[in-house]
């Protein structure tokens, strides 16, 4: 993973080096623990609201997760036709209460496709007329002969639109009259569109037949008769085509009209129309609502968590790890945040790299593994071996993982720090003082911390200087970085990142989010600085004499060849005295960590048989 | 990306073939059995296929880890992951699309194996490539979206990029920051009869202030997760637009009709337009999946949350209470009156939209059931802002309190204005 590769290769070659060349695991390993131990906080955390966030009855209800992850409409625009007016979907109203009264007059047209065709035969020559204008006008004729009742309807209709002569709405003394006669000396306004007079006679009767079928099937209630033609009459023709389209091909079979309807008033689609629907996602959430099994399975879920954190059988406990995490992710979007997308996206990349190679149980038994094939073959750890046990060897699979997670990095960033120009409180700076000042994520319900904001704003060009750093800083640093990570640069800009999250998680609080974030700076880290770290220095050497020809002390000399990461063991000929439990886990850095094991009663004998038992002997 | 076990197979003795075999070989016959016992449909059998299909699947995964530069250890892998699929009982169906998910990608895994090594690296960086197009489109797709955009998204990456749940478009605290909401909800519980000072008998109601999330209360784990689940909880209903530009339409114009009537002097009860918002920013209809799916889940938490004797007489109103930050001038004091400090919780920092009551009711397609419903989907204040505001003439009069809490006056309850801080 060199950073500045040789001018003189291809773009090939490059682009080889930079996604194929094998790199060092430590990172990855590194990334992993860190990631595990986050993941495994928050999944801690979810233990104290499990029914409350995923549970039958959660803040999200099994019921409505469940509908939307089958039923949820998807659909996709023509792809090649300019006429957008044909994607037009049928819509009923997002108001409820007018909903109610659409779905109601859906529900209760005539079962029969010729009867029902011929009862909204009259919105179908509205929708498809060519003036919208004269459309609406149409439309509202059929809500103004409802309101004149079924004796005066019919007279109009007879007298006036078939006999073609107008008809007239007068308001006096707050009531509606209708009149053949123009009334001169009073409001009026004629009854039937001029354009609709103006057709043959035949289309008039016919058209009068039409109203009438119309007005016969509106609801009985006067109010949700009105909510049903303002719908249609609010609708573009587009539309208005679309839902006349909807009611003339209802189906026939109850069960299936039925189900139609019902998805209709509940994703506002017609589900014949949809591309796809529902999600494929996965969660076991989905499927399990029973308190005490959502507890097991949750502490199972911990636990592949915890092994995946060690690193222990890492390429499926990555796997089982992500899946679970997804699991909780799916089953509730309403309480994620930016540190569930982060957490992700660690994992996704964690698992295809193969994180466990470095900084792992697996890596502990490779090396035991090594060490007992080595003396298996030579009665020694021979040189090869101790170049296996010294650095884990590099392979492709952690230099993909690293190239991921940095590749995606910088596409987080740029598009954070470009969309905030859109806004304008990013140019003046008031973002940064809203972010600072926001009392629901920052300190600000300490009161020591109101006060210095408010000392630092009573200097109005500190107030200024620092909005305007802090805007510019950190749209500054988002853009830049994508392009200047891979220059010399490199350090300045992650350690800046840190720097960013540091600042916002002390500030607004979301700790984990910005641990994340900064864990995904880790990508950038040469593996040499964190093996550098990790790595004891000026530790004592120890020898440990075995006789190869045991099986029991060749056994042993592997698991403390495994344990040995310093290098710190000078393997010997059984001749050479072998150290005893206790000072195996004095001298060797890395057993030291677990030096508290001992006090257990009877693991140190445990341990005395495994790893030193000529020293027993 | 495997390749590298071979380089190291003279140090490092790989697992035995017939290890691989045996492990995915118990992996498949549990899968395979599980299948087997689905044929014979009986539920009570759903269990331990359940339990068949886990370990069965966890030992086909161990096998190809054994040695996953193997295209035989994936393809093992992709038969168990196969028998998986029928394995999992049908109402486990997202299960199911798991299997065959891991199915594909174990035959994908096999076949990129399979081919030379350039080729391999070709198709993986056609991977890449596509891969990180979805990304691209990802962060784009927020509106505007170009229509191009648009179609590829939704054709194409839409079902892949959810499934593994990349489809943030990293838009963090943009356009602008914006203020937190919250979430204030009155519970009401019917509670026997009273009679009243006029003699006449009236139903008697128990009320109950509820506020989500408050600090420290749901500051659960030291680092603040719970808190902030909940406050995403709140967010998601913040989403809406504020859609009274226009009142030419019939329902929006009815719903202005209703609001001014409260605003007009005398009214029961009295409600004024807010003075410091304008008119048209005042109604702020959810977005419409919150307000049709997530507002009656929210309310039907919070209800079966209560003991059972009282879910069925009890209607929740729900507030979203958007906590404005200062501006720097009210908040050292300089455009305050008197000059005096603006405190960031004083009440009127607060923008409470009405959101509806809810409460169980009969579902008018089967008497049997009941469900969560909007009570009155006319209520003239649903989705207004309720003002909280200085009193007129600004200054303040009441020795109690300086600012009318019209959240009160509409909830029929004195809120205490402490639950928020």
Redesign the interface.
């Known amino acids: 993973m060199s950073m500045t590769p040789p001018n003189n290769r291809s773009f090939l070659q490059r682009?080889?080096e930079f996604?194929?060349a094998?790199g060092d695991p430590t990172t990855l390993g590194f990334i992993r623990i860190a990631t595990g131990l986050l993941v495994l906080?928050?999944h801690?955390?979810y233990s104290?609201?499990l029914q409350?966030?995923f549970g039958r009855?959660?803040?999200?209800?099994t019921e409505?997760i469940e509908r939307?992850?089958k039923e949820f409409p998807?659909f996709?625009?023509s792809?090649s036709n300019w006429d957008e007016s044909d994607d037009a979907q049928v819509r009923v109203?997002?108001?409820?209460?007018?909903r109610?009264a659409v779905i109601q007059f859906i529900r209760n047209l005539p079962r029969g496709e010729s009867e029902r065709r011929r009862s909204v035969a009259f919105l179908g020559k509205a929708a498809d007329e060519d003036n919208p204008y004269y459309s609406r006008l149409s439309l509202n004729l059929a809500y103004r002969l409802y309101g004149a009742g079924d004796l005066q309807r019919e007279t109009i209709l007879v007298q006036g639109l078939a006999a073609g002569k107008q008809w007239y709405m007068v308001e006096s003394g707050g009531k509606v009259e209708y009149r053949l006669e123009k009334p001169e000396d009073q409001k009026h306004e004629a009854i039937f569109p001029d354009a609709m007079m103006a057709t043959p006679p035949d289309v008039r009767a016919a058209l009068a037949d039409d109203l009438r079928a119309f007005v016969a099937v509106l609801p009985k209630d006067s109010t949700a008769a009105?909510y049903v033609i303002?719908h249609v009459?609010?609708l573009d023709q587009a539309h208005r085509k679309s839902f006349v389209r909807f009611l003339n091909t209802l189906p026939s079979d109850e069960a299936e009209r039925a189900k139609l309807i019902d998805y209709l008033e509940?994703w506002?689609n017609d589900e014949r129309q949809m591309?796809?629907r529902g999600?494929?996602?996965?969660?076991?959430w989905?499927?399990v609502t029973d308190p005490r099994t959502m507890a097991a399975i949750h502490g199972a879920i911990l636990v592949i968590i915890a092994l995946f954190t060690i690193g222990f059988?890492t390429?499926?406990t990555s796997?089982?790890t992500w899946?679970a995490v997804?699991g909780y992710?799916?089953r509730t979007n309403?309480?994620?945040?930016?540190?569930?997308?982060m957490m992700?996206?660690l994992l996704?990349y964690l698992m295809?790299?193969?994180s466990g190679a470095a900084l792992s149980v697996d890596r502990l038994i490779?090396r035991y593994?090594?060490a007992r094939?080595?003396i298996r073959r030579c009665g020694a750890i021979d040189d090869?071996?101790r170049a296996?046990l010294a650095d884990a060897?590099?392979?492709?699979?952690a230099n993909?993982g690293i190239r991921l997670i940095q590749?995606?990095f910088c596409?987080?960033y740029?598009?954070?720090g470009l969309?905030?120009l859109?806004?304008?409180?990013?140019w003046n700076g008031?973002?940064f003082?809203?972010?600072m000042?926001?009392?629901?994520?920052t300190l600000?319900?300490y009161p020591w911390f109101?006060e210095f904001?408010?000392a630092i704003?009573?200097v109005k060009p500190l107030?200024h200087a620092i909005t305007m750093f802090g805007v510019w800083f950190t749209w500054g640093l988002e853009i830049s970085f994508p392009f200047l990570v891979w220059t010399r640069l490199r350090p300045i800009m992650v350690w800046m990142g840190v720097l960013l999250h540091a600042g916002i998680g002390i500030l607004m609080?979301?700790?984990?989010f910005e641990l994340l974030m900064m864990t995904m700076l880790l990508a950038y880290f040469p593996a040499g600085v964190i093996r550098d770290r990790l790595r004891g220095s000026g530790t004592p050497k120890i020898g440990y004499g075995f006789d190869p020809n045991n099986p029991e002390q060749a056994r042993a000399a592997a698991a403390v060849a495994a344990v040995d990461v310093d290098g710190q063991v000078n393997f010997e000929g059984s001749q050479k005295p072998q150290p005893d439990v206790k000072s195996l886990f004095g001298s060797l850095r890395f057993l030291g960590a677990f030096r508290v094991l001992l006090w257990v009663p009877g693991v140190s004998g445990f341990l005395a048989k495994r790893l030193a038992p000529a020293a027993k002997a | 990306m495997d390749r590298d076990a071979t380089a190291i197979a003279d140090v490092l003795p790989p697992v035995e073939w017939s290890v691989v075999q045996r492990t995915a070989g118990a992996g498949s016959a549990l899968c395979a059995g599980a299948a087997v016992l689905g044929l014979l449909g009986v539920p009570e059998l759903n269990t331990p296929r359940l339990f068949a299909v886990f370990f069965g699947g966890i030992a086909g995964g161990l096998a190809v880890s054994f040695r996953p530069e193997l295209i035989r250890a994936w393809l093992l892998g992709a038969a168990v992951a196969f028998a998986g699929v029928f394995g999992t009982p049908a109402h486990w169906d997202s299960f199911r699309l798991l299997f065959a998910v891991l199915t594909g990608v174990a035959l994908l895994r096999a076949a990129l194996l399979a081919l030379p090594a350039a080729y391999r690296t070709a198709t993986v960086s056609v991977f890449l490539v596509v891969h990180f197009f979805g990304i691209l489109l990802a962060t784009t797709s927020p509106s505007p979206t170009p229509w191009m955009v648009d179609q590829l998204y939704r054709r194409a990456y839409e079902p892949y990029l959810q499934f593994i749940y990349l489809r943030n478009a990293y838009h963090f605290y943009s356009p602008e920051p914006g203020p937190a909401s919250l979430l204030v909800c009155l519970l009401k519980t019917e509670d026997g009869e009273e009679v009243g000072a006029d003699g006449i008998k009236r139903k008697k109601y128990r009320t109950e202030w509820l506020v989500t999330p408050r600090r420290p209360a749901d500051v659960r784990d030291p680092l603040g997760v719970t808190y902030f689940r909940r406050l995403s909880i709140t967010d998601q209903i913040a989403r809406g637009y504020p859609d009274m530009m226009s009142s030419e339409t019939f329902e929006k114009s009815e719903i202005r009709t209703r609001r001014m009537q409260l605003a007009l002097p005398g009214s029961n009860p009295h409600i004024p337009m807010h003075t410091r918002e304008p008119d048209y920013l005042e109604y702020r209809m959810p977005d419409v999946l919150a307000a049709r799916y997530l507002l009656p889940s929210y309310a039907q938490h919070i209800l079966m949350d209560l003991p059972e004797q009282d879910r069925g007489r009890t209607t929740i109103k729900i507030y979203r209470v958007e906590h404005r930050t200062l501006d720097v001038g009210s908040y050292i004091g300089i455009s305050n009156y008197g000059r005096k400090p603006g405190d960031p919780y004083y009440p009127t920092t607060y923008y409470p939209y009405f959101l509806g009551e809810f409460g169980f009711v009969k579902d008018p397609l089967d008497a049997k059931k009941v469900r969560i419903e909007l009570l009155d989907p006319q209520e003239p204040m649903l989705y207004w802002l309720i003002p909280i505001q200085e009193r007129p003439g600004g200054i303040p009069g009441d020795p109690k309190k300086d600012y009318i809490d019209y959240l009160s006056v509409h909830a029929g309850r004195e809120f205490d204005w402490s639950l928020l801080r």
């Open positions: 682009w080889r996604w194929f094998p906080y928050t801690l955390a104290l609201d409350a966030f009855f959660g803040w999200y209800g409505y939307e992850r998807w996709v625009p792809f109203p997002d108001y409820p209460n007018r109610a009105q303002a009459v609010e509940y506002n591309s796809r999600h494929p996602i996965v969660s076991v989905f499927h059988c390429r499926v796997v089982l899946l997804l992710i799916h309403q309480i994620l945040f930016g540190m569930d997308t992700n996206i996704i295809i790299g193969n490779a593994r090594a094939a080595s090869r071996t296996f060897p590099p392979t492709a699979g993909f590749v995606h596409f987080i740029m598009a954070a969309s905030k859109k806004g304008a409180g990013w008031t973002a003082w809203d972010v000042i926001n009392p629901e994520f600000m319900k109101e904001v408010r704003a009573n107030y609080g979301l700790n984990i």
